[in-house]
């Protein structure tokens, strides 16, 4: 599985953007699809998930209400629309992927196989 980020960029704090991962190779409905981010310094954060079979999702109470995550399945592309930006929302942003795994579970980075190399998100004040 080969994931292709993109859609990272410079906006004013209260913009918004969409991301984009392009999802490519042996693929199944039985995955769990995510993207995280690292700030410097900091370690990698869960931010969104989505479960290919049904677009069941789930968020930290830290973008929830301004993150949506969404899936196009003819495409093979997972999508974070990222709205009312904060400059704490600057970071390096990844999408993953990987089988299946408790609902419960999908905030750990260590759990996922599979990782696109990563797009900027650069908010400023």
């Known amino acids: 599985v080969q994931l292709q980020a993109s859609g990272g960029g410079l906006v004013q704090a209260g913009g918004s953007l969409r991301l984009s991962c392009a999802v490519s190779?042996?693929?199944?409905?039985?995955?769990?699809m995510a993207w995280f981010r690292q700030a410097p310094g900091e370690e990698r954060a869960f931010v969104a998930g989505?479960?290919?079979?049904?677009?069941?999702?789930n968020y930290p109470d830290s973008v929830k209400g301004r993150f949506t995550i969404s899936r196009e399945r003819a495409g093979n592309t997972v999508y974070l629309q990222m709205n009312s930006l904060k400059p704490s929302d600057t970071a390096v942003y990844y999408c993953?992927?990987?089988?299946?795994?408790?609902?419960?579970?999908?905030?750990?980075?260590?759990?996922?196989?599979?990782w696109g190399q990563g797009t900027q998100v650069t908010v400023s004040s």
């Open positions: 993953a992927a990987r089988r299946l795994i408790p609902y419960s579970t999908w905030w750990r980075d260590d759990l996922y196989d599979y």
């Open positions: 190779g042996r693929t199944s409905n039985q995955y769990v």
């Open positions: 989505i479960r290919w079979t049904d677009s069941t999702t």
